[in-house]
Nanobody, 127 residues
Framework: QVQLVESGGASVQSGGTLTLSCVAS????????MGWFRQVSGKEREGVAG???????SYTDSVKGRFTISQDYAKNTVYLLMSSLKPEDTATYYC?????????????????????WGKGTLVTVFG
């Protein structure tokens, strides 16, 4: 059984930095990309960043230059380094595993290609 467990969510002041982690367990060998999505209550979940097995990355426009996605295969962990945080980054962040046969989309894993979701971790940016 595949599990994705996020951690690192917190309340942080505007301009601050936060790193989210997602540990994958179980067999995700059929999935070749990992990513992060976020969702604000009452709004649709949106893609934030994605990384494929070659290390290619993609980011939604609003986080380019501020967020960095990376992966440690030895630890089965994907990270999201978030810097210069803004109040509009406040959301629940979800880790996802999926397939990117046709390549990453402009905002990471195409939502229809996600096979597994984590339960989310809350990021609140104040000030």
């Amino acid at each position: 059984q595949v599990q994705l467990v996020e951690s690192g969510g917190a309340s942080v002041q505007s301009g601050g930095t936060l790193t989210l982690s997602c540990v994958a367990s179980g067999d995700i060998s059929g999935d070749d990309c990992m990513g992060w999505f976020r969702q604000v209550s009452g709004k649709e979940r949106e893609g934030v960043a994605g990384i494929d097995s070659d290390g290619t990355t993609s980011y939604t426009d609003s986080v380019k230059g501020r967020f960095t996605i990376s992966q440690d295969y030895a630890k089965n962990t994907v990270y999201l380094l978030m810097s210069s945080l803004k109040p509009e980054d406040t959301a629940t962040y979800y880790c996802a595993a999926g397939y990117c046969t046709g390549g990453l989309g402009p905002t990471g894993i195409p939502p229809e290609n996600v096979d597994y979701w984590g339960k989310g971790t809350l990021v609140t940016v104040f000030g």
